[in-house]
């Protein structure tokens, strides 16, 4: 996940107030930012922020099912065991264009969502999350994030080549 947090997947229901939709609370997590991952009833997983001004509208849907969510949270998991990483925050407009940038490469379904994606390639992986550039859209800095990694230093080059020296 990111922030390399502590997540436990913790379900509680939460009815919300009455206009609201019911979901679930799913995921207890670490980190000190007020978000909250939720089980919707249509069974998507999305992400708010909670607080001051809070609206049915400031919920984003990151995963269509819950599995895609623990994944997602494996494929992380694996990733950090290969020998070279490269993350970056990058803008929201600069994420749309890596995104298409990546889709000639073999998309990692399982843990693909729908403001998050997985690819993979001969020896590197690339992690593109929007997720946190949509619950913050007036933030002035790049909220968005892109992650690499390869198994040896030929392939992170070969990375490089491919999406993230076009980048910009």
């Known amino acids: 996940m990111h922030f390399r947090e502590r997540m436990v997947f913790e379900p509680r229901p939460d009815f919300g107030g009455a ?11 670490s980190t000190a930012i007020p978000w909250s ?16 001004g809070w609206t049915p509208e400031d919920v984003v ?7 895609a969510l623990i994944e997602d949270a494996a494929l992380h998991e694996e990733s950090a065991s290969w020998a070279w990483k490269r993350s970056e925050a990058i803008s929201l407009s600069d994420a749309e264009r890596l995104r298409e940038r990546a889709r000639g490469l073999p998309l990692l ?21 929007t997720t946190m550039g949509r619950l913050f859209p007036a933030q002035q800095r ?12 030929r392939e992170a080059q070969a990375a490089e080549a491919r999406l993230l020296s076009r980048l910009g």
Not at 43 to 48: F, K, L, Q, S, W
Not at 113 to 126: A, K, N, S
Not at 142 to 153: E, G, I, N, R
Request: glycine share 8%.
């Open 61 to 67: 849907k990151v995963f269509a099912h819950p599995d």
């Open 142 to 153: 790049p909220t968005c994030t892109l992650d690499v990694w390869a198994k040896t230093a």
């Open 37 to 52: 991952i939720l089980l919707r009833a249509d069974g998507a997983v999305a992400y708010t922020v909670t607080g001051p």
């Open 19 to 29: 206009r609201d939709e019911p979901w679930i609370d799913l995921v207890e997590h």
């Open 109 to 129: 379904e399982e843990g693909t969502g729908l403001t998050q994606w997985w690819w993979e390639d001969e020896g590197f992986r690339v992690f593109l999350s």
